[in-house]
């Protein structure tokens, strides 16, 4: 029982986190900076910044972000978000270690909750317990077994 409203914590911290980041380069919510705003982002790490990139990133985040939120194919969406933050450390990782010097604490941080939702899954209070109990195909984990 305390595993699982763990796991909830975790991911609620994780989802919660990454889907306003997504909802702020997608539409420009939370004052964020919108897709032209993300292209220009992009475009200043000399990352590919040409229509649909942008778009199909901040897409993914808001996907990804809401899938952990979730518990939705936990193990998949964690690696997944765990990739794309991965790239942030790599762009960050020249400013230093601290990220009020914009460097790669913040997202390493959060790639290790991340990886903790990887190896745990998504617990009995996520949507993966919904999805196997109606045994979608393609879909295995073990998490939820107990």
């Known amino acids: 029982m305390l595993l699982d409203t763990a796991l909830v914590t975790l991911r609620i911290a994780a989802g919660g986190f990454l889907l306003p980041h997504g909802l702020a380069k997608l539409f420009g919510w939370f004052d964020g900076p919108g897709l032209s705003g993300f292209a220009a982002e992009l475009q200043g790490f000399a990352l590919p910044s040409f229509a649909p990139f942008p778009g199909i990133l901040a897409f993914l985040q808001t996907l990804l972000g809401l899938s952990v939120l979730l518990g939705a194919w936990t193990r998949l969406s964690a690696t997944l978000a765990m990739v794309f933050i991965g790239v942030t450390v790599i762009l960050n990782i020249s400013n230093g270690w601290f990220w009020n010097h914009h460097g790669a604490e913040y997202p390493v941080f959060w790639s290790l909750v991340l990886f903790s939702l990887l190896l745990m899954?998504?617990?009995?209070?996520?949507?993966?317990?919904?999805?196997?109990?109606?045994?979608?195909?393609?879909?295995?984990?073990?998490?939820?077994?107990s």
């Not at 317990?129 to 077994?145: A, F, K, S, V, W």
């Open 121 to 145: 899954g998504g617990g009995h209070y996520s949507l993966d317990t919904l999805i196997r109990r109606y045994h979608l195909p393609g879909y295995e984990d073990e998490c939820c077994d």
